[in-house]
C-alpha cells in the first residue's frame, strides 16, 4: 500500500514538473517551449498609443558617449525645439568632448556627468523630460527604468534587452508610469524602406506573406572599439540571434505587429563558431564561444505569415540586412541590388510611367523604378531628407528617427516605436537561444501586450491632424 502511495506521489510530481516552468522560466507544452505570461498588476495600464502633454521644447539629457553618444548629440543640435541639458559617461573626457559639440555651435553647455553613478544624478533631475540612452547593451534596462520611474521618457539604443526577463521589466515599468519607452531603431528609418512602407500601405504588394531581414556585418575591425570588450564578451557568452532588430523593425512595421498580427513562435539555429571562437581566443584568450558564426531564425505570425532572420558579423560577406518583402501582387529587394516586381496587370497607369515594361520575373526598369520610388516616398522623408541627408547619420535615417522622437514628443502624439516594439524585436537574442539549446525546438512568442494586440489596426506614422 505504501509502495502504490509512493508511485502515485511520484507520479503527481513528475507531472507537475511537466506542467510547470522549469529554472529558465519555461515550460515544454505538446513540443513547442512556452514562457509565463506574468499578469498585468493593479493600476498598471497598457500604454498601446500612448499620449503625453505636448511639450514646447523637449530637454534632453545624454548617458554614453562613446561610440554611438556623440553622433546623437550633434544631431540634436540641428533640431529645433530642444535643449541638451546633461551629458553623461563614465569616462570624464569623453563628456568634455561631446560638451564641444554644443559650445563650438554656441549653445549653451549641458551639466556634466561622469564615473560608475553619474547616469543616476543625470535621471533625478527635474528639468530633463527624456533620457537618451547609448551604453552598452547590458547597462540598457537599468537604466532605462531608473529614468521612467524619475518621471523621464526614455530612448534606449538596440537591442533595448538582452533578456525576455529584461524585456517584461521594461514593458512593466513603462506601463506603471505611462512613460513612452522607445528604442531606437534607425534602420525603419532608411528611405528606402520608408518608400518600401509607403508602397506597402498603398497595397502595391497585395497582401504580404512573407518578409525577410538581418544583420550581416563583419565587425573585424570594430571589436577593439568596443569599451572593455562588451560586445564580443556577450557574444562569447550567448547562443542565438543577439543582434535581430535592424532586420526585424522594419519586418514587424510591414505586418502590423501588435497592431493586428503578433508573432506568434519561432524556430531558430545557428552553424558552429569558427572565426567567431577565432576572434575570442586572440582579444580574450577564450577557450569557447557561443555565438555561432551565422544563425538563421524563423518566425511564424497569427495571420500565418512568415519571417526570416540572419546574424552573422564573423565572416567576410559584404553588409546587408537581407531586406525582402513578398507580396501576393509584388516583391522589393534592397540587399545586394535595389529593386521591385510586380504583376504587370495590377497597377494603375498613374503609378507605374509603362505598363508593358513590368515583369513578375525580374526588376522593373531603372527609368520606371526611379519615378516610382519618387511617387512613393514617404511623406515623412519627403519632409525631412534633404536636412537629414546633410546632417546623415547612417546616411541620414539616424536623424529622421531623431526628428521624429522629437517631433512626436512636442505634439503629444503616440511614438513611432512603443515599448511593446523594444519588447518583442528584443526578445529575439534570449527566445532564439532557447531554440537552438534544445534542438532547434520551436518558442512560443510571449505576448507583451497581453491580449491587446488586435486593438489597434494597421501602424501608423501619427501626425499632426
Same mark, same amino acid.
Given at each position: 500500500?505504501?509502495?502504490?502511495?509512493?508511485?502515485?506521489?511520484?507520479?503527481?510530481?513528475?507531472?507537475?514538473?511537466?506542467?510547470?516552468?522549469?529554472?529558465?522560466?519555461?515550460?515544454?507544452?505538446?513540443?513547442?517551449?512556452?514562457?509565463?505570461?506574468?499578469?498585468?498588476?493593479?493600476?498598471?495600464?497598457?500604454?498601446?498609443?500612448?499620449?503625453?502633454?505636448?511639450?514646447?521644447?523637449?530637454?534632453?539629457?545624454?548617458?554614453?558617449?562613446?561610440?554611438?553618444?556623440?553622433?546623437?548629440?550633434?544631431?540634436?543640435?540641428?533640431?529645433?525645439?530642444?535643449?541638451?541639458?546633461?551629458?553623461?559617461?563614465?569616462?570624464?573626457?569623453?563628456?568634455?568632448?561631446?560638451?564641444?559639440?554644443?559650445?563650438?555651435?554656441?549653445?549653451?553647455?549641458?551639466?556634466?556627468?561622469?564615473?560608475?553613478?553619474?547616469?543616476?544624478?543625470?535621471?533625478?533631475?527635474?528639468?530633463?523630460?527624456?533620457?537618451?540612452?547609448?551604453?552598452?547593451?547590458?547597462?540598457?534596462?537599468?537604466?532605462?527604468?531608473?529614468?521612467?520611474?524619475?518621471?523621464?521618457?526614455?530612448?534606449?539604443?538596440?537591442?533595448?534587452?538582452?533578456?525576455?526577463?529584461?524585456?517584461?521589466?521594461?514593458?512593466?515599468?513603462?506601463?506603471?508610469?505611462?512613460?513612452?519607452?522607445?528604442?531606437?531603431?534607425?534602420?525603419?528609418?532608411?528611405?528606402?524602406?520608408?518608400?518600401?512602407?509607403?508602397?506597402?500601405?498603398?497595397?502595391? &504588394?497585395?497582401?504580404?506573406?512573407? #518578409? *525577410? @531581414?538581418?544583420?550581416?556585418?563583419?565587425?573585424?575591425?570594430?571589436? !577593439?572599439?568596443?569599451? +572593455?570588450?562588451?560586445?564580443?564578451?556577450?557574444?562569447?557568452?550567448?547562443?542565438?540571434?543577439?543582434?535581430?532588430?535592424?532586420?526585424?523593425?522594419?519586418?514587424?512595421?510591414?505586418?502590423?505587429?501588435?497592431?493586428?498580427?503578433?508573432?506568434?513562435?519561432?524556430?531558430?539555429?545557428?552553424?558552429?563558431?569558427?572565426?567567431?571562437?577565432?576572434?575570442?581566443?586572440?582579444?580574450?584568450?577564450?577557450?569557447?564561444?557561443?555565438?555561432?558564426?551565422?544563425?538563421?531564425?524563423?518566425?511564424?505570425?497569427?495571420?500565418?505569415?512568415?519571417?526570416?532572420?540572419?546574424?552573422?558579423?564573423?565572416?567576410?560577406?559584404?553588409?546587408?540586412?537581407?531586406?525582402?518583402?513578398?507580396?501576393?501582387?509584388? &516583391?522589393?529587394?534592397?540587399?545586394? #541590388? *535595389? @529593386?521591385?516586381?510586380?504583376?504587370?496587370?495590377?497597377?494603375?497607369? !498613374?503609378?507605374?510611367? +509603362?505598363?508593358?515594361?513590368?515583369?513578375?520575373?525580374?526588376?522593373?526598369?531603372?527609368?520606371?523604378?526611379?519615378?516610382?520610388?519618387?511617387?512613393?516616398?514617404?511623406?515623412?522623408?519627403?519632409?525631412?531628407?534633404?536636412?537629414?541627408?546633410?546632417?546623415?547619420?547612417?546616411?541620414?535615417?539616424?536623424?529622421?528617427?531623431?526628428?521624429?522622437?522629437?517631433?512626436?514628443?512636442?505634439?503629444?502624439?503616440?511614438?513611432?516605436?512603443?515599448?511593446?516594439?523594444?519588447?518583442?524585436?528584443?526578445?529575439?537574442?534570449?527566445?532564439?537561444?532557447?531554440?537552438?539549446?534544445?534542438?532547434?525546438?520551436?518558442?512560443?512568442?510571449?505576448?507583451?501586450?497581453?491580449?491587446?494586440?488586435?486593438?489597434?489596426?494597421?501602424?501608423?506614422?501619427?501626425?499632426?491632424?
Amino acid at each position: 500500500m505504501k509502495f502504490r502511495l509512493f508511485i502515485l506521489l511520484f507520479a503527481a510530481i513528475a507531472v507537475l514538473s511537466a506542467c510547470g516552468a522549469n529554472e529558465d522560466g519555461y515550460r515544454i507544452v505538446d513540443g513547442t517551449i512556452v514562457f509565463d505570461v506574468p499578469e498585468r498588476i493593479e493600476g498598471q495600464k497598457s500604454v498601446l498609443g500612448l499620449r503625453t502633454e505636448p511639450m514646447e521644447t523637449v530637454r534632453v539629457g545624454f548617458i554614453g558617449l562613446g561610440m554611438r553618444g556623440p553622433g546623437a548629440v550633434e544631431r540634436f543640435t540641428w533640431l529645433d525645439g530642444v535643449e541638451i541639458k546633461a551629458l553623461c559617461d563614465l569616462l570624464p573626457d569623453r563628456v568634455a568632448s561631446a560638451q564641444k559639440l554644443l559650445t563650438g555651435k554656441g549653445l549653451p553647455a549641458a551639466a556634466e556627468y561622469s564615473g560608475e553613478d553619474g547616469w543616476k544624478a543625470l535621471c533625478e533631475r527635474d528639468d530633463i523630460d527624456l533620457v537618451y540612452i547609448c551604453t552598452g547593451w547590458q547597462q540598457h534596462v537599468p537604466m532605462a527604468m531608473y529614468a521612467m520611474q524619475h518621471g523621464k521618457h526614455v530612448a534606449v539604443e538596440v537591442p533595448a534587452a538582452t533578456s525576455l526577463e529584461e524585456c517584461w521589466q521594461l514593458v512593466d515599468v513603462a506601463e506603471q508610469t505611462q512613460r513612452h519607452c522607445m528604442m531606437l531603431e534607425n534602420c525603419v528609418y532608411d528611405f528606402f524602406e520608408m518608400t518600401t512602407l509607403n508602397m506597402a500601405q498603398h497595397g502595391l &504588394f497585395g497582401e504580404i506573406l512573407h #518578409v *525577410e @531581414g538581418g544583420y550581416i556585418h563583419n565587425l573585424d575591425e570594430f571589436w !577593439d572599439e568596443y569599451y +572593455d570588450n562588451w560586445r564580443l564578451d556577450f557574444n562569447q557568452g550567448h547562443r542565438g540571434d543577439v543582434y535581430a532588430t535592424h532586420g526585424l523593425g522594419p519586418a514587424c512595421q510591414l505586418l502590423d505587429i501588435h497592431r493586428g498580427d503578433r508573432m506568434t513562435r519561432l524556430v531558430s539555429m545557428d552553424t558552429k563558431s569558427v572565426n567567431g571562437a577565432a576572434t575570442a581566443r586572440r582579444l580574450m584568450d577564450a577557450d569557447t564561444f557561443a555565438n555561432g558564426d551565422h544563425t538563421v531564425t524563423l518566425i511564424q505570425t497569427a495571420r500565418q505569415r512568415t519571417i526570416l532572420l540572419q546574424h552573422n558579423v564573423y565572416t567576410p560577406r559584404p553588409y546587408s540586412r537581407e531586406y525582402q518583402v513578398t507580396g501576393t501582387e509584388g &516583391f522589393a529587394n534592397k540587399y545586394p #541590388v *535595389e @529593386g521591385f516586381a510586380f504583376r504587370p496587370d495590377n497597377q494603375d497607369e !498613374d503609378a507605374i510611367p +509603362d505598363l508593358e515594361d513590368l515583369n513578375q520575373h525580374s526588376f522593373v526598369p531603372e527609368y520606371i523604378m526611379k519615378p516610382l520610388m519618387e511617387k512613393y516616398r514617404h511623406p515623412i522623408v519627403r519632409d525631412i531628407e534633404e536636412l537629414a541627408r546633410k546632417v546623415g547619420g547612417h546616411g541620414g535615417m539616424d536623424f529622421i528617427m531623431d526628428y521624429r522622437l522629437v517631433y512626436c514628443l512636442r505634439n503629444g502624439l503616440p511614438l513611432d516605436q512603443d515599448v511593446y516594439d523594444a519588447a518583442e524585436w528584443s526578445c529575439i537574442g534570449n527566445l532564439s537561444a532557447v531554440s537552438i539549446e534544445n534542438g532547434n525546438m520551436p518558442v512560443e512568442f510571449p505576448d507583451f501586450t497581453r491580449g491587446d494586440w488586435n486593438r489597434i489596426q494597421g501602424y501608423r506614422h501619427a501626425t499632426v491632424e
